[in-house]
């Protein structure tokens, strides 16, 4: 006595694979989109560095006198180093500064620097996922750009200044206790901002314009 086994081809419904086939369509026109806006924004950002991070230089150093009121920015500037533009930041200390057996004057000038491919990193990537967002219209994708130019403010008064008056408590510690950097708060921001924070940031504030403009929307 045998037995016959067959196999039982089970029917996918056809809507199944027009649905599966739209939702791929959908992902690699979204990357595809994706990947052209982040070849042409970071094309115009990099041509346009020098003239967008001299925008920022006023609003940088007023950032700096609020996050650290006991240093003061003699002054800040747009430099190229190495064929590398930077923000330089010349800085002294108001008081005098003693750390254990350590003391160092008042007035005592240190220079920090960051790259200025740190400040237009932010609006890069706001951008991109702003017009690579799938669903929205090109007046939805408008009102979403607008939407992040507070939050672009909001970004930049917390990273190129934190990381300017981190480098120089850092070269200040360096000199005069440095185990005792890592109690300071602008070090320490500075260290997560370049590994990591300053992406995490700019996508955190890229979602937030896309759900503030789908909101407006709604409304």
Known sequence: MSFDHKPQLQKVQPYKLQHHTLQS?????????????????TAFFI???????????GYTQAAMAVWAPT????????EEEKGQLM?????SNKYSITLGSQTMPADTQIQSSTI???AIQTPIIILCFIFAWPNLNLWQRLIAS??????????????IPLVLIGSAWDGYYFYLEPEGSEQIFSIQA????????RLALAIAAALGSVYLQSLRTNN
């Open 190 to 197: 500075m260290y997560m901002l370049n590994n990591g924070g």
């Open 146 to 159: 607008i939407v992040a130019v507070p939050i672009i403010f909001l970004i930049a008064a917390i990273d």
């Open 25 to 41: 369509h959908k992902l690699l026109q979204c990357g595809f989109v994706l990947l052209i806006s982040y070849g042409l924004i």
């Open 47 to 57: 041509h346009n560095a020098r003239t967008y991070a001299s925008l920022w230089l």
């Open 116 to 118: 200025v491919g740190n």
């Open 87 to 91: 923000f330089v930041g010349l800085m």
């Open 71 to 78: 240093l003061k920015v003699d002054q800040l500037s747009i």
